[in-house]
């Protein structure tokens, strides 16, 4: 592993360690380390700013009751990644239906980003809500968050197997999706 | 037709979970068949283009609420509108903003003109912390301790001034030389030396320096191994002065070559026939941790970024870029977070300036 990660896992480490005893300031940095990445993945997750919000809150509200159980020769990066991507398949879940095409995709574009970036949004996130959830989190987890296959199988709790076949097929359909949409 | 064992090779490919044997057998695949290649380019397109979208920042006041569930009960202070939750508990407010109230007194502390309004302000947090919650609040006490409720926190005007401090603008006052970990950055000759230099000010004051900071496959890329290996590879470093492998990193063709790998265009450009021969690129295409980081998604994607596009022929990037301080400080980060954004970058640039070597 990467020096740079495994101090920063570290880093975490010490941080729980210092919220279970007692100090408040250490869960917050804890959270500010990892806030922004786990809010867009929700957001990628749900194509929705205030589900993604209340996810990324429930997240973290679930990881920091549970701290307790966790268990330190695990990253806690992992730790609440999966609980961020349980907490977007569930959200997912409820809606029950494949949020699809018209007006669903409702993430505003900063001012100050760039025109081609806008547009790599849009295209991204219209498509991506087409897709299965299952489909749309390893494609979120790999080519957003860079992944390895075998962290998107502790995040998933699947076979690295499938974590794979539904990669690869998952890409085959987004690809299909942004094609027909340019159609 | 491609059968499922090579479409599957190059997926892998892409991802970089392939053996070092797996991976000549991909690049021999790709050229061997053009009909390889064009997948190979078409899912490299598509990982390109999830990288060229835009990271949000997270809503302001998010971390704030969660600060909140954590150091209360859960679902305490969910956001307004969706979940309610008025009301608070004296002890509840001064646990959830505790970390603010800290930082707006550094605030003050640092104007003289109302340095009476903060020591006002300490004494009145003082005695509150002293009567009711004790000092420093501690997660055992938080929501424990009942001791009547305040109204609406958007009342007091406390709780907005400290509030701001947990939302994504930096300013000087979150750069101060009391931050541990910039104090620590400034504790490195090295890295002093460099952040008072000229060179350094000047890119660190560019709009696409700060937007390669939010760029996800950048930060990925500075903690690649390969990435950093290959910055102190010599003859990479050799290639990164050479007039003509300048005059290609600029050239239309070249560019496009690196978001469609259209190697048969490149073939019959002039530039990149001159760096075909020259000896620096010929080493350079043989050393191992070259061909890695070419292999690496998160490189490929920042290729075709425009802000690394514009900063790669700004001169005084090319002098950090082999920087063993810059290298140091670029892992850092708390450099990272700052670099973000311009206000917190020239309060980083004021106080290094002010610091002693």
């Known amino acids: ?183 | 037709m491609l059968t499922p064992h090579q479409q599957d090779l190059l997926h892998r490919e892409l991802d970089g979970e392939t053996t070092p044997e797996e991976s000549i057998e991909a690049r021999n695949l790709m050229a061997a068949q053009p009909e390889a290649l064009e997948f190979m380019t078409s899912l490299r397109d598509l990982d390109a283009l999830f990288h060229s979208v835009p990271r949000h920042a997270s809503p302001p006041g998010l971390r704030q609420r969660i600060y909140g569930d954590i150091s209360s009960k859960p679902g305490r202070s969910r956001r307004p509108g969706r979940a309610g939750g008025s009301a608070q508990s004296v002890t509840s407010w001064i646990s959830q903003h505790w970390d603010g109230v800290r930082n707006l007194t550094e605030e003050l502390m640092q104007t003289k003109k109302v340095l009476v309004g903060a020591a006002a302000a300490i004494a009145v947090i003082a005695v509150i912390g002293h009567f009711v919650v004790g000092y420093p609040p501690s997660i055992r006490d938080a929501g424990t301790i009942g001791a009547g409720t305040i109204g609406a926190s958007d009342s007091i005007t406390g709780v907005q001034q400290a509030g701001r401090y947990q939302g994504r603008t930096m300013t000087e006052a979150d750069v101060t030389l009391s931050n541990p970990e910039v104090q620590a950055l400034f504790q490195d000759d090295k890295i002093l030396k460099l952040v008072q230099s000229d060179v350094f000010r000047t890119v660190m004051r560019d709009e696409s320096f700060r937007a390669l900071q939010s760029n996800a496959a950048y930060q990925a890329l500075q903690s690649s191994a390969d990435y950093k290996a290959l910055q102190s590879n010599a003859e990479f470093k050799a290639l990164q002065s050479n007039a003509e492998f300048k005059a290609l990193q600029s050239n239309a063709d070249f560019k496009a070559l690196q978001s469609n790998a259209d190697f048969k265009a490149l073939q019959s450009n002039a530039a990149f026939k001159a760096l075909q021969s020259n000896a620096d690129f010929k080493a350079l295409q043989s050393n191992a941790e070259y061909q890695a980081l070419q292999s690496n998604a998160a490189y490929q994607a920042l290729q075709s970024n425009a802000a690394y596009q514009a900063l790669q022929t700004n001169a005084a990037w090319q002098a950090l870029q082999s920087n063993a301080a810059y290298q140091t400080l670029a892992a850092s980060q708390t450099f990272r977070a700052l670099a973000r954004d311009q206000a917190a970058s020239e309060a980083f640039l004021t106080q290094a300036m002010r610091a002693q070597q």
């Open chain 1, 1 to 183: 592993m990467d020096e740079a990660i495994a101090a920063s896992d570290d880093m975490d480490r010490a941080l729980v360690q210092r919220f279970l005893d007692g100090e408040l300031a250490a869960g917050d940095e804890l959270v500010g380390r990892h806030l922004s990445r786990m809010y867009n993945v929700a957001l990628r997750m749900l194509g929705n700013v205030e589900d993604a919000e209340d996810v990324t809150q429930t997240a973290f509200g679930n990881a920091f009751a549970a701290l307790g159980t966790y268990d330190p020769k695990y990253r806690f990066f992992s730790w609440i990644y999966r609980m961020t991507v349980n907490a977007s398949l569930n959200t997912l879940k409820r809606r029950r239906n494949v949020v699809s095409l018209d007006g669903k995709f409702d993430v505003p574009m900063s001012g100050a980003t760039a025109e081609s970036a806008v547009e790599a949004e849009d295209r991204v996130g219209r498509a991506l809500l087409e897709l299965k959830p299952d489909d749309r989190a390893v494609l979120v987890m790999r080519h957003f968050d860079a992944l390895s296959y075998e962290e998107i199988s502790d995040a998933l709790g699947v076979p690295v197997k499938t974590v794979k076949s539904r990669l690869f097929t998952a890409r085959q359909r987004l690809r299909q999706a942004l094609l027909d949409r340019r159609a």
